[in-house]
Every structure is written in C-alpha cells, then in structure tokens.
C-alpha cells in the first residue's frame, strides 16, 4: 500500500517534480524505488525554487530599501511644508501690520493736508518738512508691502510644488508596499511547493529504505527455506542409503 501511495504522490506532482510512472516496474521492486530517486535527483524543480526564492529575498529587500529612502524623503518634504507654512504665515501678518501702518499714514497724511488755518513761512516749512517725511514713509511702506507680497507669491507658489511632491510620494510609496505584498505572496507561495517537494523527497526516501528492509527480510527466509529444504534431502537420501 505504500508503494500505491508513493506512486499515486509522484503521479500527482509529475508535471511539477517531471517525475514518469514506469508501469513495466513493480511499485514494490527497489528498481522502481531507484529510478523514481535518480528522477526525483536530476529534477531541476527545487533548484529553480530555491533560485526563485533568492531573487524574491533580493528584491524584496531592495524595496525594503526604497521604502525607507521613500520614507525618509517623505518626512523631510512634509518638514519643509510646515516651515514654509510657518514663514507663509508670518508674511502675512507683517503684510497686514505693514498695511495698517500704510493706511494710518496716509490718514494721518490726509487730516494734515486739509487742515485751513493761517501758515506763517515757519510753519510752511514745518508743514512742508513733515510732510515730505510722511510721503518718504508711505514710499517705504509700499516698497515692503510689495517685497512682502512678492515674498507671500512665492510661497504659495512653493507650497503648492511641495503638495504635489508629497502626493507623488505617497503614491509612489502605496505602489511599493503593493509590490512588496506581491513579493512576499511569491516567496511564500515558492516556499510551500519547496516544503512539498521535500516531503515528498522524504516520503520517498524512507519507503525505498523500508522496502529495500523488506526485500533483504524476503531474501534471507528464501535462504532459511532452501538450505532447511537442503537438509531435509539429505537427511532422506542418508536414511534411504542406510
């Protein structure tokens, strides 16, 4: 029976192991064992296996790498968003002081002007002092207000590239792990056809071996038989003789 089983095993992983079933051996003979061995032995089905499971490891500690490089990138960029939304923050609002201070100016600029009272030269010259010094302000004012504006563009302008860089990253970071899943499914997948072929390498081993226990047991009995059977002759032709 355990020859049948060892056959019906190698019959049902030939296309795999390119095992053959010989029907001119006996399944119980050590013929059928050693044929079945030699084929199992010059099957190239585990050294593709183990081939296919180093490539596996390889790349997939090669992802392993680009995830953490990914990764790292990854961090850095969002780092660098949140100082350029920090500083885009802080531009705002030394834009908006800078234009409250522009508008009381000019206010202040606009009261000054329309005041109707009697100049004397000196205070014609203060008048015309001060406001030279209020208009030089103003000047000032608009001159930051537009860097600082300028500055604010640019920011954005940043922020919005740093977005998309991150998107990509993430995206390109989901692709690796999807990958990496892939892989892995592969490698295990190519670990239980090797632990099978194995078992079956084992199983085979050991029925051969408890065969060829066997076909050495018959052997002596036949020995045992024949050499009672030739004591038995002449025990017969020494009594006849007598």
């Known amino acids: 029976m355990g020859g049948f089983r060892l056959r019906n095993s190698l019959l049902s992983t030939g296309s795999r192991a390119s095992i053959k079933y010989d029907p001119v051996l006996d399944v119980t003979s050590p013929e059928y064992y050693s044929a079945q061995f030699s084929q199992l032995q010059s099957s190239s089905e585990v050294e593709g296996l ?59 600029g606009s009261t000054s002007s329309q005041r109707s009272r009697p100049i004397s030269s000196l205070d014609y010259s203060e008048t015309t002092t001060s406001g030279l010094k209020d208009d030089m302000d103003m000047i000032k004012l608009e001159a930051v207000n537009v860097a600082l504006s300028e500055a604010s563009q640019l920011d954005r302008v940043r922020l919005q590239e740093q977005a998309t860089r991150i998107a990509q990253l993430e995206a390109e970071q989901r692709t690796l792990h999807d990958r990496m899943a892939s892989l892995q499914a592969s490698e295990s997948c190519a670990q239980r056809a090797s632990v099978r072929l194995q078992a079956l390498y084992e199983d085979m081993l050991r029925e051969f071996s408890e065969s060829t226990t066997h076909e050495a047991h018959l052997a002596a009995s036949r020995r045992r038989q024949r050499q009672a059977d030739l004591r038995g002759y002449e025990t017969d032709t020494a009594v006849h003789t007598g």
């Open 50 to 108: 183990r081939g296919q499971l180093g490539v596996c490891e390889k790349r997939r500690v090669d992802l392993e790498r680009r995830v953490a490089e990914l990764s790292s990138t990854l961090s850095q960029a969002q780092a660098a968003n949140r100082a350029n939304e920090a500083a885009l923050t802080a531009s705002r609002r030394n834009e908006a002081a800078l234009r409250r201070r522009l508008l009381a100016t000019m206010d202040t």
